[in-house]
């Protein structure tokens, strides 16, 4: 069993739907919380992140974390056609050396 | 400031070549990871290092070696290459006195073997 599962998708949804994509993970010792968003052919750029659990917002996208549930979200309002990327979900203890541990990948499709 | 480059962007190998994946940042970061991304699989770590010298084994380093000689140069090196080894590699860096753990990631070398 991998320690964080991410559903791959791929997932299309129309311009202005709310999109929510999780990922469950199995090491309780996790306690940072990040969501990285991938164009097509590029590396990964921070977009969220949450230390512990609880919510955070930052304009149209909301990260949640429940540690009780080893569940984390990602939800995008108003979605937009420049939102279609992959979104990786990562995940540290905070270690020396701050490695993380990613999900899968959802690839999302933002239709016009 | 360029952030993370990596050298070369695109490279085809035959079985049992060599050779050596260059990443650089201009950050003053202490942090360097290699990553290779497959379908299906995410990210998964190959090596990392915390400094100028040391280096350390990650998820997946078989096949691999690296070298971190200059603090903003972070070396991979393929001896052998076999095609379990074609992937998309990515180098990231982090700064240390930083409480949380965002790495910056480089535009990625997409490798084949054949």
């Known amino acids: 069993q991998k320690e964080v599962e991410q559903d791959p998708g791929p997932l299309s949804v129309p311009e202005g739907a709310i999109v929510s994509l999780n990922c469950t993970y199995s090491n309780s010792a996790f306690q940072y919380f990040m969501w990285y968003r991938q164009y097509s052919r590029k590396g990964p750029e921070l977009l969220m992140y949450t230390y512990s659990s609880g919510n955070k917002e930052d304009g149209r996208f909301t990260a949640q974390v429940d540690k009780s549930s080893k569940y984390i979200s990602l939800f995008i309002r108003d979605s937009q056609p420049s939102d279609s990327a992959t979104y990786l979900c990562?995940?540290?203890?905070?270690?020396?050396?701050?490695?993380?541990?990613f999900g899968s990948g959802t690839q999302l499709t933002v239709l016009p | 400031n360029a952030g993370v480059t990596q050298t070369p962007k695109f490279r085809v190998l035959k079985t049992g070549q060599s050779m050596t994946l260059l990443c650089a940042q201009d950050m003053n970061h202490e942090y360097m990871y290699w990553y290779r991304q497959d379908p299906g699989m995410g990210l998964r770590l190959i090596h990392y290092?915390?400094?100028?010298?040391?280096?350390a084994k990650g998820e997946v380093p078989d096949g691999y070696n690296v070298s971190r000689l200059k603090k903003q140069n972070f070396l991979l090196g393929l001896e052998s290459a076999a095609p379990s080894q074609t992937s998309v590699y990515f180098c990231?860096?982090?700064?240390?006195?930083?409480?949380?753990?965002?790495?910056?990631f480089g535009p990625g070398t997409r490798l084949t073997v054949l």
């Open positions: 990231a860096s982090n700064i240390r006195t930083v409480s949380y753990n965002e790495q910056f």
């Open positions: 990562a995940m540290s203890s905070g270690g020396s050396a701050r490695q993380l541990t």
């Open positions: 290092s915390v400094g100028e010298g040391t280096t």
